[in-house]
């Protein structure tokens, strides 16, 4: 198994049931694998801020073609391996994680509470600047994350 990170392994940043379903081959290309590092080191940050709690990751990196099977927008960080979705269940519910990230020092790019069920967090390469943006959705649309 290849590490990513101390606690982050490739297989489950880039492990996709929908992909292995559909016969997609989700493998990331050098660049996408450089960002796979930056998201798990960054996950690191975020592990050590939840109290170092397992965190499972639901979706890490998804290839174009996963990407759209699922619904998702072409300029999703999940296709540049720059987000995952993910729980931490022994921390607390997805929006008591939301709620400690944005009250934290973590250089996220954008953070979803996504139907009061999981995490979206993104993250930069080295040279942009992060958004900071917290937001919420569910069934209502799209809102601006507020405690």
């Known amino acids: 198994m290849i590490m990513a990170s101390p606690h982050f392994s ?10 292995t379903r559909n016969n997609i081959d989700n493998t990331p290309n050098d660049n ?15 592990r050590e801020l939840l ?9 890490g990196f998804r290839c174009v073609k996963l990407n759209t099977l699922i619904g998702s927008k072409k300029t999703s960080s999940h296709v540049r391996g720059l987000a995952c979705d993910f729980t931490a269940r022994g921390y607390g519910n997805p929006n ?6 944005v009250d934290s020092n973590i250089n996220y790019d954008q953070l979803i509470l996504e139907y009061n069920s999981w995490v979206h967090i993104s993250f930069c390469e080295d040279e942009e600047v992060p958004r900071k943006e917290a937001l919420i959705i569910n069934k209502k649309g799209v809102m601006v994350y507020s405690k």
């Open 32 to 46: 996408q694998l450089d960002n796979l590092v930056i998201t798990a080191m960054e996950m690191e940050n975020v």
């Open 10 to 19: 490739m297989d489950e940043l880039t492990f996709s049931e929908t992909a």
């Open 96 to 101: 008591d994680i939301v709620s400690a990230i």
């Open 51 to 59: 109290g170092n709690n397992f965190i499972h990751i639901s979706s």
